[in-house]
């Protein structure tokens, strides 16, 4: 009768969430006063975010209607990782914004070392780009959620597959 629980730890957003936060700010830009001229581009790719635009100044403001138009479509601002502005061609500044999904090995590797020094009775394993906890208690499944939450990793969390 000695059954396990368990669940994953993933780090993963919605994909149509993004696209419409991306289409938002896009509209938002085109219509501003102060970044209407800008001729400001928002390109998302599979696995990154281009913005195009004419000076520093606005590209901090799109940065910024970006991350709006995010945390209203429920995103964590950590899938975001803006690289260094570089020069594009014709006096315009350019952007790659790469957006994180997945659990690199070495903070899983981090994870399941906290986990196991703070529960004795709990498994904890990597699965490619996610982490599988389980234990005997549901209660201390629920104690390694807190803490999980708790922590401050660079990439948001989500728990999933409770069983």
Same mark, same amino acid.
């Given at each position: 009768?000695?059954?396990?629980?368990?669940?994953?730890?993933?780090?993963?957003?919605?994909?149509?969430?993004?696209?419409?936060?991306? @289409?938002? +700010?896009?509209?938002?830009?085109? #219509?501003?006063? %102060? /970044?209407?001229?800008?001729?400001?581009?928002?390109? $998302? @790719?599979? +696995?990154?975010?281009?913005?195009? #635009?004419?000076? %520093? /100044?606005?590209?901090?403001?799109?940065?910024?209607? $970006?991350?709006?138009?995010?945390?209203?479509?429920?995103?964590?601002?950590?899938?975001?990782?803006?690289?260094?502005?570089?020069?594009?061609?014709?006096?315009?500044?350019?952007?790659?914004?790469?957006?994180?999904?997945?659990?690199?090995?070495?903070?899983?590797?981090?994870?399941?070392?906290?986990?196991?020094?703070?529960?004795?009775?709990?498994?904890?394993?990597?699965?490619?780009?996610?982490?599988?906890?389980?234990?005997?208690?549901?209660?201390?499944?629920?104690?390694?959620?807190?803490?999980?939450?708790?922590?401050?990793?660079?990439?948001?969390?989500?728990?999933?597959?409770?069983?």
């Amino acid at each position: 009768m000695a059954s396990s629980y368990s669940f994953d730890v993933v780090s993963d957003f919605d994909r149509q969430d993004l696209v419409n936060a991306v @289409d938002r +700010a896009m509209r938002e830009v085109k #219509t501003r006063y %102060d /970044l209407k001229s800008s001729k400001s581009t928002l390109d $998302l @790719d599979d +696995a990154s975010l281009t913005i195009n #635009t004419d000076s %520093d /100044l606005s590209l901090k403001a799109i940065q910024d209607i $970006l991350r709006i138009q995010a945390s209203k479509s429920n995103l964590s601002q950590k899938i975001f990782e803006f690289g260094t502005p570089e020069s594009a061609s014709g006096n315009r500044i350019r952007q790659v914004v790469t957006l994180k999904k997945g659990i690199e090995k070495e903070l899983a590797k981090k994870m399941v070392k906290q986990i196991r020094d703070a529960f004795k009775k709990v498994q904890a394993s990597i699965q490619g780009d996610s982490l599988r906890v389980s234990a005997k208690d549901k209660d201390v499944l629920q104690a390694a959620i807190q803490l999980l939450k708790e922590s401050d990793y660079p990439v948001p969390l989500q728990f999933t597959n409770y069983r």
